[in-house]
């Protein structure tokens, strides 16, 4: 759990975020059990109001840059403003499962 503390910790140190989930999904792909490579994020931050998605993701691709480099396979993100994230009744559609590298065949 120390590559999902480091992300958490970035996020909210550099977006101070309403509201932040830090989803350790490595579980749904093929990666031994305890791995922290595949991640979804959940940001609702003021920070973000008047920017654009892309712009969004950039910043966040920005702060995590170290992970990404490294542990961080696959990262995912919501990165929405407060009222973004009322109107989709505080709610982000759910992950599927993986259905590659050989995880459909366990």
Do not use: Y
């Not at 919501?78 to 009744?89: S, V």
Request: hydrophobic residues 35%; proline residues 7%; contains cysteine.
């Amino acid at each position: 759990m120390i590559v999902q503390q480091r992300i958490q910790r970035k996020v909210e140190s550099a977006l101070a975020p309403s509201h932040l989930e830090v989803i350790n999904e490595s579980h749904k792909h093929s990666v031994p059990p305890g791995s922290e490579s595949h991640f979804k994020l959940v940001v609702v931050s003021a920070q973000f109001e008047g920017m654009p998605r892309l712009r969004r993701h950039q910043r966040v691709n920005g702060l995590l840059a170290d992970e990404l480099a490294g542990p961080v396979h696959a990262l995912s993100m919501d990165t929405l403003t407060a009222p973004e994230w009322e109107r989709r009744g505080g709610r982000v559609a759910e992950t599927p499962d993986c259905l590659g590298g050989g995880k459909a065949d366990q």
